[in-house]
């Protein structure tokens, strides 16, 4: 499947297509946002610091929302979900704990390299497991609105461990 690479490329939802003008791609192509210029002005939730890398002001993406986490040791969120939203979140440094359910009575951890995947209205918790190191982490959203509804849930004591199997590829 090739292209010829003499003809200017058009991307078919790209208002400049609308013209037949070759698109800016020097405008509306790759942003690099580098680490420090983060936004902390989104959405936040008792216990973690949530900063903005991509979204439309920033990069003008328009299905995704991205940033980092870091959640101080020992601390844990409030209750939470994000609406229809699916989210991702990979662990960079530190140990996180999840907990989730109408009364966070499920439980899993995750490390460095590991990716969390919470779907849309789950009840879940960040947390900590770390004593004494932030937890830091890269969390991608699957919309732009900046939904967090904070929740009053009284977590079960003892919650079930539950441990990932894969679907595809069961034993």
């Not at 070759?22 to 002005?41: A, E, M, Q, T, Y």
């Not at 779907?119 to 890269?138: G, K, M, R, W």
């Not at 939904?147 to 199997?165: R, Y």
């Amino acid at each position: 499947m090739s292209q010829d690479h003499d003809e200017p490329h058009h991307h078919p939802h790209h208002p400049a297509h609308a013209h037949a003008a070759p698109v800016d791609w020097r405008l509306h192509g790759v942003k690099v946002i580098p680490g420090g210029s983060l936004d902390p002005n989104t959405a936040q939730t008792p216990g973690m610091n949530r900063a903005t890398a991509i979204n439309t002001a920033r990069a003008g993406a328009e299905k995704i929302w991205a940033g980092t986490v870091h959640i101080h040791p020992d601390a844990r969120t409030g209750a939470h979900h994000h609406g229809d939203l699916e989210s991702v979140i990979y662990v960079v440094r530190g140990r996180a704990r999840m907990r989730w359910g109408e009364r966070l009575e499920f439980t899993a951890e995750a490390g460095p390299g590991d990716f969390i995947f919470v779907p849309p209205y789950v009840p879940h918790q960040e947390i900590n497991a770390s004593p004494d190191e932030v937890l830091e982490c890269v969390l991608v959203r699957s919309g732009q609105d900046p939904v967090v509804v904070n929740l009053d849930i009284a977590g079960v004591e003892a919650p079930e461990t539950v441990k990932w199997i894969d679907p595809i590829h069961r034993e």
